[in-house]
């Protein structure tokens, strides 16, 4: 099985979309600044005859911004917060604790231990 980088599977994701159309005319990218853009203080327009390069170039650049807030939105939930969290399609992800060490996550308790 062949191990992806964040940045690799981005860009599968921007040259090759499944959901998207071709010309990624369905995302908002009106006002993410192009990342090859070296001019500072220009004002971030989306121009109407904007090339396919430059629209996947800002798709890149939106997929990781995404994907940065998802991820740290995830690590407060569950090892700041100690709180269970499910993103649909994605995974269930859920604090460890030192004392669940070692233990199996589908083990549901001892036996003989509930109350009656």
């Known amino acids: 099985m062949a191990c992806l980088s964040e940045f690799a ?13 071709k010309q990624l005319s369905q995302l908002n990218l ?3 600044k192009d990342p090859a853009c070296t001019e500072a203080g220009t004002p971030m327009k989306q121009e109407a005859n904007e ?4 629209r996947q170039r800002k798709a890149l650049r939106l997929f ?14 569950v090892q700041q ?5 499910e993103v ?16 199996d996550p589908l083990d549901k308790g001892f036996a003989n231990t509930q109350r009656s």
Do not use: H
């Not at 990781?64 to 939930?77: A, D, E, H």
């Not at 917060?81 to 969290?85: D, I, N």
């Not at 269930?92 to 604790?97: L, N």
């Open 64 to 77: 990781y911004m995404v994907w940065s807030g998802l991820t740290k939105c995830i690590r407060n939930m």
């Open 9 to 21: 599977l981005f860009k599968e994701c921007v040259n090759n979309p499944t959901v998207l159309d």
């Open 30 to 32: 009106a006002f993410i």
């Open 51 to 54: 090339s396919l390069e430059v």
């Open 81 to 85: 917060q100690r709180k269970a969290l």
């Open 88 to 103: 649909s399609g994605l995974g269930i992800f859920g604090p460890i604790s030192e004392v669940n060490q070692g233990r």
